[in-house]
């Protein structure tokens, strides 16, 4: 992380230099992205329509930071200027000092529609808007504004402190200038971002964790090897930190039948369709890691 944004990787000239970052939605996500920004040294307000849900997602912070310095992984002034460049709020209007917002809220069309129009309506003319979601492409998004060029997915993963992808998904009316500012952005963030030219459903890591999944589920289902043991061969063959099941488990799978119902429903392809297993443990209440139970059963 550094300790100020560095413009000097920023792209040059006709694009205002980043100062101020809004965050929309404090849950799982916009409070470790706000976290991110602030740690990067932007000026950054983490925006949400509960209080509660914002001192929450403060507290949640506090915590973090206190175990890294506690560890002696985040010097601690750099952890209270982070905190001190950090602001919460629920009104929405902190929008008009923002260069760049990203919207983290609860994945529904008409609550992100929502946002970005009045985002449209608050931001300055400048300001990019993007989107975190996982599922929506920024197309979707980007009509509800007039200024559908400034619009693009910026899709962080969880946990956003830690991860390093940042895939950037350009929709058919996003300017170069948008991707290029976007990009430098992420990468100041401390990220390593990736382009993907055109939306897909699932851009790149959920496709390629997707086809994973089909398989590792059609083998179990098969009787041909133990969720256990799919698993262990993840790990101890192909060196994944951890086995589709595991990860299944600690993403929810709950998300993980939304996400396919989602894609499904966008492409139509039978290769698509939701998983029954997963559906079936999903209606048992065994959501994975969260739940106690998933494919594995965590009171173990
Ligand atoms: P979450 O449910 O933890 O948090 C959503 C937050 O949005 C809540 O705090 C809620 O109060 C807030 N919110 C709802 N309506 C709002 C509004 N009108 N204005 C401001 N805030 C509002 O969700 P999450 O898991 O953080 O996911 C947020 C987004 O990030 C989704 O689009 C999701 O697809 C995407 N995403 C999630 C993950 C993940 O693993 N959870 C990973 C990558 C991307």
């Given at each position: 992380m550094t300790s100020s944004p560095s413009t000097a990787s920023l792209p040059a000239a006709d694009v205002p230099p980043i100062t101020c970052i809004l965050v929309v939605g404090a849950g799982t996500m916009g409070r470790q992205i706000a976290m991110t920004a602030a740690l990067a040294g932007y000026r950054t307000i983490l925006q949400d329509i509960s209080a509660d849900g914002l001192k929450h997602a403060e507290a949640d912070l506090r915590t973090w930071s206190e175990g890294r310095t506690g560890k002696g992984k985040l010097p601690e002034a750099e952890a209270a200027a982070a905190h001190g460049r950090l602001s919460y709020t629920t009104?929405?209007?902190?929008?008009?000092?923002?260069d760049v917002i990203i919207e983290a809220a609860t994945e529904r069309l008409d609550v992100k529609q929502e946002i970005f129009r009045s985002l449209d309506r608050i931001a300055p003319p400048h300001a990019i808007l993007a989107s975190n979601s996982s599922t929506l492409g920024s197309s979707k998004v980007a009509e509800v504004t007039g200024r559908p060029s400034q619009v693009c997915n910026m899709h962080f993963f969880n946990p956003a402190l830690v991860m390093k992808c940042v895939e950037v998904v350009r929709h058919e009316q996003t300017s170069s200038k948008t991707v290029d500012t976007v990009m430098a952005l992420a990468r100041s963030l401390g990220k390593e971002p990736v382009l993907i030219n055109q939306e897909i459903p699932g851009f790149i890591a959920n496709r390629l964790m997707g086809a994973l999944q089909r398989e590792a589920l059609a083998l179990a289902a098969a009787g041909i090897a133990t969720h256990r043991d799919i698993d262990t061969t993840a790990r101890t063959a192909l060196g994944h930190p951890m086995g589709p099941f595991e990860l299944m488990d600690m993403v929810g799978l709950d998300v993980i039948d939304f996400i396919a119902q989602a894609t499904f429903a966008e492409?139509?392809?039978?290769?698509?369709m939701p998983d029954p297993t997963v559906a079936s443990l999903v209606a048992l209440g065994r959501t994975g890691r969260k739940s106690g139970a998933g494919f594995y059963d965590y009171a173990e």
């Open positions: 009104d929405l209007s902190t929008a008009e000092t923002a492409t139509g392809d039978p290769a698509d």
